[in-house]
């Protein structure tokens, strides 16, 4: 569980980026052609995209440092129980 945390925090802002720079191609070319519409859709697009991976990303490591916290107390108190 540990794992899938530290991976949705690690993939998350990458996707974002992605989710990012891609819409820019074709805005950045309807930019050249004049139509701002198309522009500030794909501008919104990219801020949007940045946004909700950021957010998973942070989500996926304040998960995971919740679940390490969980398990290193568990494991305390069994080695405690073990050794007490």
């Given amino acids: ?3 899938r ?3 949705i925090a690690r993939l998350s ?3 974002g980026l992605m989710g ?7 805005g950045l070319s309807a930019l050249g052609e004049g139509e701002l519409q198309v ?3 794909a501008i919104t697009i990219a801020f949007d995209t940045t ?3 950021l957010l998973a990303g942070l989500i996926g ?3 995971g440092r919740l679940r390490r916290r969980w398990y290193d107390e568990a494991l305390l108190e069994v080695e405690e ?4």
């Fill in 1 to 3: 569980r540990v794992e």
């Fill in 61 to 63: 490591f304040v998960l």
């Fill in 51 to 53: 946004i909700i991976g």
């Fill in 39 to 41: 522009l500030t859709t």
């Fill in 13 to 15: 802002p990458v996707l």
């Fill in 5 to 7: 945390s530290d991976f």
């Fill in 20 to 26: 990012t720079l891609i819409p820019l191609g074709p």
């Fill in 81 to 84: 129980l073990n050794h007490g």
